[in-house]
């Protein structure tokens, strides 16, 4: 099982533009999400789904959208790039959108930076 | 406000040595306390998970103590391989977080082993 894939691994894009971060889980878990790490800061919530067809906001959602319309795949769009948004993109999945202490399996990440 | 924090920040043994990390979290209540392995350039990989009723939970080398009481945490690395030198990061979910599934991070550990 190849367990969590992101694509692209790096990214560089001008302000304004936008563009899709890829997501894909192979586990047939039901609960998959977005984070991003930043230096100086904890892991922080984009977005979430806890099923197919089901999405919603996390912690800092301003800036992005998600869809979900299958089980494997959770792709996060950048609708107009800014500068803020130069961060380290980590998509995780977990087997049950209800049970408390599953853990997560995390994606290698995205690398982007906005110029 | 919910908080974790790790001490130390930063830290080097020598190959085979002992070493123990600390996590304190002012989460209450909580659910579940996590510590999560981060390589460079790697997206974290679940190490432990403790209810708020366990005590302590092991993964091979790695064992994880919890004391609900004094809102401690530790996660102690026995006989530690240069495989070992990554970041460690403690996480705690709070028993509210709901369908948010809004998990607490700390800042992590950097943990380099040298031969």
Redesign the interface.
């Known amino acids: 099982n190849a367990g ?1 894939t992101q694509t692209p691994k790096f990214q560089v894009l001008k302000t304004g533009q936008s563009m899709t971060l890829q997501c894909a889980q192979d586990m047939n878990h039901e ?1 998959m ?1 977005w984070y991003r790490q930043d230096p ?6 984009i977005h ?1 789904s ?1 099923g197919a067809g089901i999405t ?4 800092v959602p301003n800036g992005y959208n998600v869809s979900r319309s299958t089980t494997e795949d959770f792709p996060l769009r950048l609708l107009s790039a800014a500068p803020s948004q130069t961060s380290v993109y ?1 998509c ?1 999945s977990s087997y049950s ?1 209800r049970e ?10 995205t690398r982007l930076s906005i110029l | 406000k919910n908080q974790v924090e790790q001490s130390p920040q930063s830290l080097i043994i020598l190959e085979g040595k002992n070493c123990t990390l600390q996590c304190n979290y002012t989460v209450s209540p909580f659910s579940n306390l996590r510590w999560y392995k981060q390589d460079t350039g790697r997206g974290p990989v679940s190490l432990t998970i403790m209810t708020f009723s366990e005590n302590t939970k092991s993964n091979g080398r790695y064992t994880a103590t919890l004391d609900a009481d004094t809102k401690q945490s530790s996660l102690h690395i026995t006989a530690s391989q240069l495989s070992d030198s990554a970041s460690y990061i403690c996480v705690v979910r709070p028993a509210n977080a709901g369908n948010n599934r809004k998990l607490i991070w700390g800042l992590g550990t950097s943990l380099a082993v040298n031969p």
């Open positions: 969590v609960y999400s100086g800061m904890g892991l922080r919530l979430y806890v919603d906001q996390g912690e980590f995780a959108a408390n202490n599953q853990p997560q399996h995390f994606g290698d990440g």
